[in-house]
């Protein structure tokens, strides 16, 4: 038979498991309760931003900036500028989202906010900071150009090309070595086609092809990343060139006028030489050809740019000559031929 405290303890170890029951049961109704009690969360601002066109923009640039707020009707919203810590109410307004500045000097920012007030009184608020610097992009080809000539040296098919960044950015007021600039190039659609630190120059190969054109791109940062600098350029293949000129023992090169057409005396003996220009890979990789009155010349070995003519004999009154030069190089490169006319008097 069981004892008054044994069923005792039976009853409360049963009223215990339904006290537990119940307060499983007392912890379910109380989540709706909870849930929609009032909690206070921190109310946060809409997105906005600024974007600059450009963003690292050169001294004197032109530079367009526009407050970008996703969720707020553009047209409606008022918005106040402030450029470098003053207010410009000729920028502000309702609907001006956009706004137009004039960059300053190497290495000197651009402090821009913005406050953007939408009809139903909802404000965001966003800020930039846009620093300025400079970049220019040179370069020069590997191909032969006459030592007298001052002009660039171009690119034509099959011939290297040297791209060079010339950086000029600043941080905390003072130049950044562009050795300590990193560098990203890209060619074409290769976008990463060289990169590093103190990477300012690099060589491309022209294609073989004529009339071919290489998009040449940089970004340039410092080690903080907190300046980006980019450039491109453009470089097309030309044609290579032959021009013939008067030679003289002491005056070398008549060069300030290419000829075509020569009035000589009878007699009297003519020195002529042909000078290529852009051919790749220097004079070494050059072939000439000589013409007379449609007979072929064979050129002196050592130096085939050169023909001496002797009018003595000649009956004809005038004479044709063509020189021709040829690439060693690049076998797609057509032989390029100057002719021009001798008139014996």
Do not use: C
């Not at 941080?171 to 990203?184: E, F, H």
């Not at 000829?259 to 007699?267: D, E, F, V």
């Not at 085939?304 to 020189?323: C, N």
């Amino acid at each position: 038979m069981t004892s008054t405290r044994e069923k005792k303890r039976y009853i409360i170890g049963g009223m215990g498991h339904l006290v537990q029951t119940a307060a499983i049961g007392s912890f379910l109704f109380a989540l709706p309760f909870f849930a929609g009690a009032q909690i206070s969360f921190p109310q946060l601002e809409p997105p906005a931003s600024i974007t600059a066109v450009p963003s690292s923009p050169a001294p004197g640039e032109k530079v367009i900036l526009q407050a970008v707020t996703p969720i707020f009707n553009k047209d409606t919203t008022f918005f106040e500028w402030t450029i470098n810590g003053q207010f410009r109410s000729d920028l502000s307004g309702r609907g001006k989202y956009s706004a137009e500045i004039t960059a300053g000097g190497i290495g000197s920012a651009i402090s821009v906010s913005v406050r953007a007030t939408a009809l139903d009184k909802q404000v965001a608020t966003m800020s930039a900071t846009i620093r300025v610097s400079d970049l220019s992009l040179v370069w020069h080809a590997d191909t032969h150009v006459p030592a007298w000539f001052t002009g660039k040296a171009l690119a034509v098919p099959g011939s290297t090309v040297y791209v060079t960044a010339l950086p000029e950015i600043a941080s905390g007021g003072k130049m950044i070595d562009p050795k300590n600039l990193v560098y990203q190039w890209s060619l074409g659609d290769e976008k990463k086609f060289a990169s590093g630190i103190g990477k300012q120059s690099i060589g491309i190969q022209t294609s073989k092809i004529p009339n071919g054109s290489h998009w040449v791109r940089v970004s340039i940062e410092d080690l903080g990343k907190t300046v980006k600098k980019e450039g491109s350029l453009f470089i097309i293949n030309r044609n290579p060139l032959v021009s013939v000129y008067r030679y003289s023992p002491v005056g070398g090169t008549e060069y300030r006028s290419a000829h075509t057409l020569i009035h000589a005396a009878k007699g009297e003996l003519i020195d002529l030489v042909a000078e290529p220009f852009f051919f790749p890979g220097g004079r070494k990789n050059i072939a000439y050809a000589w013409k007379v009155g449609g007979t072929s010349i064979e050129p002196a070995a050592q130096n085939p740019q050169f023909l001496t003519l002797k009018t003595e004999g000649i009956q004809a009154v005038s004479l044709s000559v063509s020189a021709t030069a040829s690439s060693l190089k690049n076998a797609f490169l057509l032989p390029v031929i100057k002719s021009l006319t001798i008139f014996i008097q």
